[in-house]
């Protein structure tokens, strides 16, 4: 007999589950969009902190785009050329991002995330 | 100097764990000129340099903990799977549409969020001055 603690641990991984599956396809899908799922999910679901969240976002992040990188590339939408800029700056600015974390208001970095999200949107939707 | 300076400030925010807001993407498919889903390879790559980055601080520094990770990863690449397979189905106009009206949604709840917590905040606040 499964004990009301053990039942809403085995909801809260199916729920941990649906929201990677979800986060993956569309990651998948559009290229991107895995960690803004999964950090407005994971705010429910995870009992860890707001850092072991942030942290875990990136690393679902980098697996779903790895496998999303391989199968574009299958697909043709990846050329590599494009990848020789990006690299120093994604390099430098990714390891300054992760070392900032913890010391930058949360909200401040949720408000700044929701307006860049909201002019992304409307720009996306409009042009 | 201005491309680089956009992407090291982008990179920052990704390797915070927030992404970038789509702004990448716009900046490939509006400024550069790139197609819809050439533009999300490019934006992929940028992507996968900027949190691979921030995943080894974050590794060194122990923030990954519990079982659930493997299985989360898991069911993450099987939606992988199913995202890339519509990608050969569906017009890149209306996977750029569908983006911005998942963007939207993401900004409101993100504010709509941040809005609650500092009610709870507040609310929590004078409960302690009472």
């Not at chain 1, 875990?56 to 020789?84: D, N, Q, R, W």
Request: proline residues 3%.
């Amino acid at each position: 007999m499964k004990t009301s603690g053990e039942k809403a641990e085995k909801r809260r991984s199916l729920s941990l589950y649906f929201l990677c599956l979800l986060a993956g396809a569309v990651n998948g899908f559009f290229g991107m969009g895995a960690g803004m799922i999964l950090i407005l999910g994971l705010q429910r679901i995870h009992r860890g902190g707001r850092e072991e969240i942030m942290a875990i976002s990136t690393l679902c992040v980098l697996s779903f785009s790895l496998l999303t990188t391989i199968l574009y590339f299958v697909a043709g939408h990846v050329k590599p050329e494009t990848a020789l800029p990006l690299l120093i700056p994604s390099l430098l600015g990714g390891a300054v991002g992760a070392l900032l974390l913890g010391r930058i208001s949360p909200t401040l970095l949720q408000t700044v995330f929701a307006i860049l999200l909201l002019i992304s949107g409307t720009r996306l939707l409009l042009l | 100097m201005s491309g680089f300076l956009f992407l090291f400030l982008l990179s920052v925010l990704t390797g915070m764990g927030v992404g970038n807001g789509g702004f990448y993407l716009l900046y490939l498919t509006d400024r550069v000129g790139l197609p819809q889903y050439e533009a999300q390879g490019a934006n992929l790559l940028f992507f996968l340099l900027a949190s691979l980055a921030s995943t080894l601080v974050s590794l060194r520094a122990g923030r990954f903990r519990g079982e659930r990770l493997f299985p989360m990863l898991l069911w993450g690449f099987l939606g992988v799977g199913f995202g890339a397979l519509l990608t050969l189905f569906v017009a890149p106009q209306y996977a750029r549409r569908a983006f911005g009206a998942l963007l939207l949604f993401g900004g409101a709840r993100a504010l709509w969020d941040n809005g609650r917590r500092k009610a709870e905040k507040y609310a929590n606040s004078l409960d302690k001055k009472e």
